[in-house]
């Protein structure tokens, strides 16, 4: 877990990163045990508001969705 925090004029901030440090499978197989919608996520490189499929986030993130659908059809069947 990485925590920072910091201060910006009377007010001070603290950000915490859970999984920052967790393999990207971990990370998959916990949002998959939460039901956490992971196709809401956005982590594309490019600049705009649709996702490029091109970057190295888009694809990581293209495989972490595999990962979760896989997840997904294990249990069903
Ligand atoms: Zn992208």
């Given at each position: 877990?990485?925590?920072?925090?910091?201060?910006?004029?009377?007010?001070?901030?603290?950000?915490?990163?859970?999984?920052?440090?967790?393999p990207r499978q971990?990370v998959i197989?916990?949002?998959?045990?939460?039901?956490?919608?992971?196709?809401?996520?956005?982590?594309?490189?490019?600049?705009?508001?649709?996702?490029?499929?091109?970057?190295?986030?888009?694809?990581?993130?293209?495989?972490?969705?595999?990962?979760?659908?896989?997840?997904?059809?294990?249990?069903?069947?």
């Open positions: 877990m990485i925590v920072i925090t910091f201060q910006q004029s009377m007010a001070k901030y603290e950000l915490i990163a859970p999984f920052a440090e967790q971990k197989k916990e949002a998959y045990k939460l039901q956490v919608p992971i196709t809401w996520t956005f982590s594309c490189n490019a600049i705009g508001s649709n996702h490029c499929l091109l970057c190295r986030s888009c694809y990581e993130r293209e495989e972490a969705l595999k990962l979760y659908e896989k997840l997904s059809q294990e249990e069903s069947s």
